[in-house]
Each structure stands twice: as structure tokens, then as C-alpha cells.
């Protein structure tokens, strides 16, 4: 046999064996169960035609999704090859070696596209943790056939005092339209993030700088009666139990006149295949209460990353390149439209000339610029987080402290009683915690 097919056959027998090896590799990957996330599932086949990798899912409510990756990361379980997490989690875990670096990414991937407020916030000193899938502020999503027969214009920048007066004017049990839909879901990242970023805008904080609790102070009594009188008047029954899916549901029905949530939520609130009401939903900043220079927006990147304790890393960066591309963004409005791409982790998006022509995509990228994690609240604070506070305790604790509020949600108790134990809980948990 000649030296050239002897070459050949090894090459041809190298290929099948590399395939073979690939054809063997899944992974796992846990999501939360959302609709970027569920549409990326979608597209699975793509990634394991071109890489011969195998995914398997396991999709979770957003609540139980942190409780087994957290479970998972800190027992070194091995259940999971990626992860979906994020701004909280990352730099943490990341400080702690829990994490695998992403910083040899390939240059095609183009890490300095990601946008900065997304880059930074999935680092720890400089290194990049997780990449975003995608990120997001919060604003507000309103009905404009609603607000043109109530007579009222929403403004570019609104007052909580303009929002209650538009939701009284929307408010129709007849019609079974709610004034409004907001959270009121127990869990730190859910109910927990709305109250707090609300709180934000009424000049509270969650620890002064020498991280002493603040729920005994006026402005989170004011922020939270303020939330519950405005559910309690022009919310949906059962609030309570409400989170970004419920509501997200709730307003596709045509139930909501206005609904302030993740900037993510504007393409399926404008899907005419999802919502009965995509023709007639205007967008406006998240508001602030007069005389309070914050608003009630946060700044969070739903993000992939891949736990130390894998023994598929090099499979599970693969996926997390193409998931997080430019590719993958061109490869879903190829086939769904550029209101439907993954939005707020690329700068390269936003510069695209048929993205600028979707009518959110301005007001996204103009809420996550106007987030500023390092300087989240009126008075100085010693944390970092929009939010959350960046400190491991904060997880369990804030879930704790959203139990009590959304018992006051429930009307189990009032807003006094709940403060008071929100300051005992966190007063303890801090001292216990040696701050």
C-alpha cells in the first residue's frame, strides 16, 4: 500500500474515532423554564448535528432551578455538566474555584462583544465565570389601546405615583382587566427582586455601610405599603403566587393594563403567535417615586457556565460558544424573526440595523445602561447588586425575608408586623454571619 493511502486511511480512521468519541459525549444542562430558554432547547439538533455532542435537559421553575444548582455547586454533586445562573451566583462561585473559567474562549466568539454590563458582572477580577444567554433590565410593558381610552399618555420616564393613577384608570372587573400585574412570588429572585428594586426607588436599602438592617426605616414602609395598596386595589386575585410566567401569561391574555418586569418579556408580550394583545403594548423606564432620583430596574444576565466538578468541560464550552454566538442570534431570526433573538448581552445586536427596528430594543438597552449595580441605592451602601446584595448570605436570606412579604401579599399579616420581621431575620442572620 502506498505511503499517501496509508496516510489516508489513518486520517479517515482518526475522523471516525474522534466522531465516535462525540457521538458517546452528552451532557447535562440545568434551565430555568422560561421562553428563551425553552426556544434554545428547540435548536438542540443544530449544536448535535455539527458537534456530534448529545444534550439533555433537565428544565426547572426558577425557584427550584437555585435550589438544585446551589445544592449541586456546594456538594460538588456532578449532576450537571452546565448551569444556568446568574449575576449573584457568579463572581461568588467563581471566587470560590467552583466554577471553570471561560477565558480561552476562540477568538470567533468575540468575548469583547458581550456588553460590558454583562461582562462585568459574570467576572471576578477580571475573569469571565458564565456567558450570557441573555440579559436584561426591568421597565414597564403597557397596554396603549387601554391608556389612549383612559384618557392618560404614558411618559418616557414614569412616577409610581403616575403608575397608580393609570392603573385605577385601567382597572375593569368587568372586563376582567387588572390596573396592573407585578410579583408577589416568595423567592429571592423572584418576588424578592421586584420589592427590592422597588424599595430602591423609594430610597430604601437593604444594609446601611456598616451593614446594619434598614427594614425599620421609613422608606421600606413607605416602598412596601405603597406595593401592597396598589396590588391590593388593582392587581389580580392571588398575587401572591405570581412571577414572571404567571404575569407573562396574565398580560398575553389581555388581563393586565400594565405590567413592570424583565426587558426579556417585550418579545413575547409582541408576539402575535403568543399574545392576544401584541399590537397594542407600549414600553416606558422602569419608574422611581417623586422626588427619588433611583428606578425600580435591576440588571441580570440569565448565563451558562460550567461547575469545576465536570468531567465534560471541554464538551460543555462547546455548546456554551455556539448557544451564546452570533450565530445562534442570527440562526433564531433566521427562522423567528429579530424580535425574537436573545436579547442584552451583545453590543453587535444592538448595532444590527434590523434589530434597532424592533420597537423594544431601544428602550432594553436604554434600562440596562441606566442600571448601575456598584451605586444601586439613593443613600451609600456597602454592597454591590442592583437587586441583590452580592454576599453569599444573601440567598437564604432573602428568601426568607420574601416568605414574610408575600404573607402580607396573602394578608396573612400586616406591613408593620412583616418589617419587624424582616429586621429580626436579617439582624440575626448578619451578626451569626460575623458582619
Not at 432620583?293 to 460550567?306: E, G, M, S
Not at 453587535?348 to 441605592?377: C, G, H, M, R
Not at 454591590?384 to 428568601?399: D, H, K, M, R, Y
Request: charged content about 20%.
Amino acid at each position: 500500500m502506498s505511503l499517501k493511502r496509508v496516510l489516508g486511511a489513518t486520517t479517515a480512521l482518526t475522523l471516525c474515532t474522534a466522531a465516535a468519541v462525540a457521538q458517546d459525549t452528552t451532557i447535562t444542562i440545568a434551565t430555568v423554564n422560561n421562553g428563551d430558554m425553552i426556544r434554545m432547547q428547540g435548536y438542540t439538533d443544530t449544536f448535535t448535528s455539527q458537534t456530534g455532542i448529545g444534550v439533555e435537559w433537565v428544565t426547572l421553575e426558577e425557584n427550584v432551578l437555585r435550589q438544585r444548582v446551589t445544592t449541586d455547586i456546594t456538594t460538588r454533586g456532578g449532576q450537571f455538566d452546565i448551569m444556568t445562573i446568574g449575576m449573584y451566583e457568579t463572581p461568588i462561585w467563581g471566587a470560590n474555584g467552583w466554577l471553570v473559567p471561560l477565558d480561552d474562549l476562540s477568538a470567533e466568539y468575540d468575548v469583547q462583544d458581550i456588553l460590558p454590563a454583562m461582562r462585568d458582572g459574570l467576572s471576578h477580577d477580571g475573569t469571565l465565570y458564565a456567558a450570557p444567554f441573555y440579559g436584561e433590565s426591568s421597565m414597564v410593558m403597557y397596554r396603549t389601546d387601554l391608556m389612549e381610552k383612559a384618557g392618560l399618555e404614558m411618559p418616557d420616564a414614569p412616577t409610581w405615583q403616575f403608575i397608580r393613577e393609570a392603573a385605577a384608570a385601567m382597572d375593569n372587573d368587568a372586563e376582567d382587566i387588572n390596573g396592573i400585574c407585578l410579583r408577589g412570588k416568595a423567592g429571592w429572585g423572584e418576588g424578592g427582586a421586584f420589592i427590592t428594586v422597588t424599595a430602591n426607588s423609594f430610597g430604601a436599602r437593604w444594609f446601611d455601610e456598616d451593614w446594619t438592617p434598614q427594614f425599620d426605616q421609613p422608606e421600606w414602609n413607605e416602598a412596601l405599603s405603597f406595593f401592597v395598596n396598589l396590588m391590593n386595589d388593582y392587581g389580580p386575585a392571588g398575587y401572591a403566587t405570581n412571577g414572571f410566567n404567571e404575569n407573562l401569561s396574565l398580560f398575553q391574555q389581555g388581563k393586565c393594563g400594565m405590567w413592570i418586569d424583565a426587558t426579556v418579556a417585550a418579545s413575547f408580550v409582541t408576539n402575535p403567535a403568543d399574545s392576544t394583545v401584541a399590537d397594542h403594548v407600549g414600553f416606558a423606564l422602569a419608574p422611581n417615586a417623586e422626588g427619588v432620583d433611583k428606578r425600580a430596574n435591576w440588571l441580570w444576565a440569565w448565563a451558562l457556565a460550567i461547575p469545576a466538578g465536570t468531567q465534560k468541560a471541554d464538551a460543555a464550552k462547546q455548546f456554551i460558544e455556539w448557544a451564546t454566538s452570533k450565530d445562534y442570534i442570527e440562526l433564531v431570526a433566521e427562522n423567528e424573526g429579530w424580535a425574537n433573538v436573545p436579547p442584552g448581552a451583545r453590543t453587535s445586536l444592538y448595532e444590527t440595523p434590523e434589530y434597532q427596528e424592533v420597537p423594544f430594543a431601544e428602550k432594553t438597552l436604554q434600562s440596562i445602561n441606566a442600571a448601575d449595580p456598584t451605586n444601586p441605592t439613593v443613600d451609600p451602601v456597602p454592597y454591590v447588586g442592583i437587586q441583590f446584595v452580592a454576599i453569599p448570605e444573601f440567598a437564604g436570606l432573602a428568601t426568607q425575608v420574601s416568605q414574610e412579604f408575600s404573607a402580607v401579599y396573602a394578608g396573612q399579616q400586616t406591613v408593620e408586623q412583616a418589617l419587624e420581621k424582616a429586621q429580626a431575620i436579617a439582624t440575626e442572620e448578619m451578626e451569626a454571619a460575623g458582619y
